[in-house]
């Protein structure tokens, strides 16, 4: 067993973040020398001291400069700065999280430098090649030398391609139940209402595509109850540039760090999103989900928990929305290892293997 190895991690966008402050904590509790590299893939000025602070972590080690360009231009210049971020750091293991581009960019450069690469959230498919962030898992999960399952599906996937996985549980589940101590009331929300993420580019960089969801969710909130948006800046922009007017039974927020989006989704009577990770806390609180795409890489979460994926399909979304109003949804339950302690499984791992 090697007793002093150094770990890399890499992030690329701000919910990298809430699955990699786990591991970290975990780790600096052992007094593993742990980094954070962030490559600023999506800029994003609301990553402050006080966001870290709220993770439990300290602000990243090594930081980018905002990454723009088509896939293959950031891909790149995520390749050569944390090419020199390994070089000055010497890590003995890189941990990738999720499936954007950064974590591609940091598997590949980290293996050809023969650095050993652990993947959190590994095996996830959606078995949909249009999507960008599909290649990314394949090749990723092709390349790495550890990799850790979130849920069975993934496991089973890892396993008909031929890779050996570790069943660990949900990272994004410790964060959640982390975090859930520092919620607070927010006193200005109506007695019940709906809760709206949505920032995926099938959703929103196509006009007809967005004036569809924003019809279906104006819609629901005129027949039901208020709908609380908490705009990201790349729906925002949308809106604006297709000049989309929303009704004032949407109310829009500002994006909000992960506490304060927390304590107002928790306690909504739905969620509509498109986000990956709300499947999987929605499913570990018991709060119904209806996930706004064609498919879903966590399907333990519609099988096992409280989501639904229902695309754009306006006449199912408003029946379920109907169903959960009258009490006639699904209760759902928790999956497998969803108990807070997947961080301390994957260290106990890491330690156990030892680090060539």
């Known amino acids: 067993m090697t007793k002093h190895i150094k770990i890399l991690i890499a992030c690329g966008a701000r919910p990298n973040f809430m699955k990699v402050a786990p591991i970290v ?13 962030y490559s600023n893939q999506h800029y994003d000025t609301e990553l402050s001291s006080v966001f870290f602070a709220d993770l439990g972590i300290p602000f990243p080690d090594f930081y980018m400069t905002p990454t723009k360009g088509s896939h293959a231009e950031q891909t790149a210049k995520v390749m050569i700065d944390f090419e020199k971020v390994c070089s000055q750091y010497c890590p003995d293991l890189v941990i990738v999280v999720g499936d954007v581009n950064t974590t591609l960019a940091c598997a590949i450069t980290a293996k050809k430098l023969q650095i050993q690469v652990a993947h959190i ?10 999507m960008p962030e ?8 092709s390349i790495s030398d550890l990799l850790f399952c979130t849920e069975g599906d993934a496991f089973l996937n890892l396993h008909k391609e031929g890779k050996r996985g570790n069943l660990v549980g949900n990272v994004m589940i410790d964060n959640l139940f982390f975090q859930l101590q520092n919620c607070w009331i927010e006193n200005n929300l109506p007695d019940e209402y709906i809760f709206l993420t949505l920032h995926r580019p099938s959703n929103v960089d196509s006009m007809p595509v967005l004036l569809k969801i924003i019809d279906i969710v104006s819609e629901i909130s005129y027949k039901f109850v208020p709908v609380i948006f908490i705009v990201h800046p790349r729906t925002r922009e949308a809106l604006q540039r297709f000049n989309i007017k929303l009704p004032d039974t949407i109310r829009q927020y500002a994006p909000l760090g992960f506490t304060g989006s927390l304590s107002i989704w928790k306690g909504a009577k739905v969620v509509l999103t498109d986000s990956g990770g709300l499947q999987e806390e929605t499913t570990a609180l018991g709060v119904p989900c209806l996930t706004l795409r064609k498919n879903t890489e966590r399907p333990c ?3 096992i928990g409280t989501n639904t994926v229902v695309g754009a399909d306006k006449e199912k979304i408003i029946q379920l929305v109907s169903d959960i109003f009258v009490g006639q949804y699904k209760k759902g339950a928790i999956p497998e290892l969803w108990d807070g302690k ?5 260290i106990n791992i890491i330690m156990e293997r030892g680090i060539e």
């Open 134 to 141: 599909e290649i990314n898992r394949k090749i990723v999960d």
């Open 342 to 346: 997947a961080a301390e499984r994957i």
């Open 301 to 303: 979460t519609e099988v």
């Open 121 to 130: 959230e590994a095996g996830l498919r959606s078995f949909d090649m249009t």
């Open 25 to 37: 904590r975990e780790a600096k509790q052992r007094n593993i020398d742990c980094r954070i590299f």
